[in-house]
């Protein structure tokens, strides 16, 4: 496996075994050991014969505790991380591109292929030992990452996307085994579940489905982590934020009422 060393999903882990109840689990998931994963997570990383590659924002971990990246970097053994906003040509050898290996972009762009279509659509030979690009951000630093990088990925990458109904509202944290944050639309998922459910139909012999069923394990038990959290966490009333031409519209209903 080829990564940057990456951060504590729970944030600064030194600082956190120093705080009483905070200790951290810093030999495996990197989590709080309140809600340590490594029982969930494989005994050592799944090979696979496609090459999962991901560009990670900056900020896509230390603003982000649930990320799931770090539980993907400890479940796959072909996998590269980069850091950084977008992918240059000085980011290719990191990314194998040896003919007649195709390089998928997963991202639910315009113009992307539906994946289970593209495999069914490829002979087997085309599309052996392929490798997978991803974008870990938040969608709008995810939509920055994808537009910065298209200049150097359009001249190779295949654009492929899991179903995604840009129609629907995404699901919230109980209304999907998977989610664990509120998505912006209806079949948006995790990096972590995007790899899961592209491996499944990338990987060759129904190997795919074992990884999937795997991987998707540690996000149920994820998921049900941070379900329990927010059961039982006191929620404040949000305050409705107004907008400037509502209040300027009623600034001015005031004004009238005053005159007459």
């Given at each position: 496996?080829?990564?940057?060393?990456?951060?504590?999903?729970?944030?600064?882990?030194?600082?956190?075994?120093?705080?009483?109840?905070?200790?951290?689990?810093?030999?495996?998931?990197?989590?709080?050991?309140?809600?340590?994963?490594?029982?969930?997570?494989?005994?050592?990383?799944?090979?696979?014969?496609?090459?999962?590659?991901?560009?990670?924002?900056?900020?896509?971990?230390?603003?982000?505790?649930?990320?799931?990246?770090?539980?993907?970097?400890?479940?796959?053994?072909?996998?590269?991380?980069?850091?950084?906003?977008?992918?240059?040509?000085?980011?290719?050898?990191?990314?194998?591109?040896?003919?007649?290996s195709p390089?998928?972009?997963?991202?639910?762009?315009?113009?992307?292929?539906?994946?289970?279509?593209?495999?069914?659509?490829?002979?087997?030979?085309?599309?052996?030992?392929?490798?997978?690009?991803?974008?870990?951000?938040?969608?709008?630093?995810?939509?920055?990452?994808?537009?910065?990088?298209?200049?150097?990925?359009?001249?190779?990458?295949?654009?492929v996307s899991?179903?995604?109904?840009?129609?629907?509202?995404?699901?919230?944290?109980?209304?999907?085994?998977?989610?664990?944050?509120?998505?912006?639309?209806?079949?948006?998922?995790?990096?972590?579940?995007?790899?899961?459910?592209?491996?499944?139909?990338?990987?060759?012999?129904?190997?795919?489905?074992?990884?999937?069923?795997?991987?998707?394990?540690?996000?149920?038990?994820?998921?049900?982590?941070?379900?329990?959290?927010?059961?039982?966490?006191?929620?404040?009333?949000?305050?409705?934020?107004?907008?400037?031409?509502?209040?300027?519209?009623?600034?001015?209903?005031?004004?009238?009422?005053?005159?007459?």
């Open positions: 496996m080829d990564f940057d060393p990456l951060p504590s999903a729970a944030g600064d882990a030194t600082a956190d075994t120093t705080s009483p109840g905070r200790a951290v689990c810093l030999a495996g998931c990197g989590r709080p050991s309140s809600v340590c994963l490594c029982p969930y997570l494989p005994p050592s990383p799944l090979p696979t014969s496609t090459t999962v590659v991901i560009l990670h924002h900056p900020h896509a971990l230390r603003r982000n505790p649930l990320s799931t990246l770090p539980l993907l970097a400890r479940s796959l053994s072909n996998l590269r991380l980069i850091h950084g906003r977008r992918l240059l040509p000085s980011s290719a050898p990191l990314i194998p591109r040896s003919p007649p390089v998928l972009l997963l991202f639910p762009s315009p113009d992307a292929a539906d994946l289970a279509s593209w495999c069914r659509s490829t002979p087997p030979a085309a599309r052996a030992n392929p490798t997978l690009l991803l974008l870990d951000g938040t969608w709008k630093q995810a939509k920055e990452m994808h537009a910065a990088s298209l200049p150097f990925l359009s001249s190779f990458a295949v654009p899991l179903p995604v109904d840009s129609g629907v509202d995404g699901d919230s944290m109980f209304e999907s085994e998977l989610v664990v944050r509120k998505e912006p639309q209806k079949g948006c998922m995790s990096t972590m579940e995007a790899v899961a459910r592209a491996l499944r139909l990338l990987e060759p012999e129904g190997r795919g489905t074992e990884i999937e069923e795997t991987m998707v394990g540690v996000l149920r038990a994820m998921v049900a982590f941070q379900a329990e959290h927010l059961q039982h966490r006191p929620m404040k009333p949000r305050v409705k934020m107004r907008k400037k031409k509502d209040i300027k519209r009623e600034e001015e209903m005031n004004r009238d009422a005053r005159l007459d």
